[in-house]
Structure formats: structure tokens, C-alpha cells
């Protein structure tokens, strides 16, 4: 359920809606599943989201947590590479 709500999230992304992008990308996140909570992909596009929505202790937030996750892959990577700009 959590992975149907994370690829919503992204279409709402793509499409610009950033509130609604932020709602699906929490739901998925908050689903109380396996696993749902880390789900590295759905932390970097929510802290995309909540960068452009003007939150930026939120995105830097869900930066920490999607570096928390793993710093080696390329989510990881691109994680820290955003987290670099509110520093």
C-alpha cells in the first residue's frame, strides 16, 4: 500500500502539485506496514516537495532520515547532495 501511495506522490510531483505530492508521500511513510517507513526514495521526493513548498526543517528533516537510511546508493547520494544546500 505504502509503494501504490509513494508512486502517487511522484505523479503529483511531476505534475507540479506539491501539496498534494506532500499528503501521499506522508501517508506512505506513515503507513503502519513493514518496511513502509523506509522507503529511502519516498524521504528524497518528499524533501524535494517540501523545498519548493517553502519548508525547509521539514525537507532537511527527511534528508537526515533518507542519510540515516543509507548514504551509499544513489539516493543516498542524492540526499546529501540537496542536504548540502541548507547548510
Not at 53 to 80: F, M
Request: proline share 1%.
Amino acid at each position: 500500500f505504502c509503494v501504490g501511495l509513494y508512486r502517487l506522490g511522484l505523479a503529483h510531483e511531476r505534475q507540479r502539485d506539491d501539496k498534494a505530492a506532500a499528503e501521499a508521500l506522508t501517508r506512505a511513510l506513515e503507513t503502519q506496514a513493514p518496511g513502509c517507513n523506509a522507503l529511502q526514495d519516498a524521504y528524497a521526493a518528499r524533501a524535494r516537495v517540501e523545498a519548493r513548498l517553502g519548508n525547509g526543517d521539514s525537507a532537511r528533516t527527511d534528508l537526515e532520515r533518507c542519510l540515516e537510511l543509507s548514504r551509499k546508493n544513489n539516493v543516498g547520494k542524492e540526499c546529501a547532495s540537496m542536504l548540502q544546500k541548507f547548510k
